[in-house]
């Protein structure tokens, strides 16, 4: 009796792991583009391998990094909720530097090698995989 119930605690257990080991259309590298609101484009890097990931705003100008701290630093991310359709997520800035303002991502997959998604404020990004 105790072997069977010992047998039935480790299935669950490899269950569980196998289900977390599993890849997500959300799982991968992705450069992000959106449009900065003082104009032109901004840049970031999301990513993401299961609930771990992180978020960089990436400098396109050599000298946008001396004006802005928060750039070219990798954010860890909090995943909000997660579906096959939809994932939802915090970028925890804060935490990484003091006054680097925190994002929510909202993201749904478009193919295998692109997702599209709104900033918390409703402004898009789109996402192309590296």
Not at 53 to 61: A, P
Not at 78 to 104: F, W
Request: hydrophobic share 35%; net charge neutral; glycine share 12%.
């Amino acid at each position: 009796m105790r072997t069977r119930m010992l047998l039935a605690v480790l299935a669950l257990a490899a269950g569980a792991g196998a289900a977390a080991d599993e890849v997500t259309p959300f799982d991968g590298n992705w450069s992000a583009s959106f449009p900065r609101k003082s104009g032109g484009e901004g840049h970031g890097r999301l990513i993401l391998k299961g609930d771990l990931g992180s978020w960089r705003y990436v400098s396109n100008q050599g000298h946008q990094a001396n004006r802005y701290p928060c750039l070219n630093l990798d954010f860890p991310i909090t995943i909000e909720e997660r579906s096959a359709e939809r994932l939802r997520l915090k970028v925890d800035a804060d935490k990484t530097m003091h006054g680097c303002q925190d994002l929510h991502l909202t993201l749904q997959p478009v193919d295998a090698g692109h997702l599209q998604g709104r900033f918390g404020d409703g402004s898009v990004l789109q996402l192309n995989r590296e």
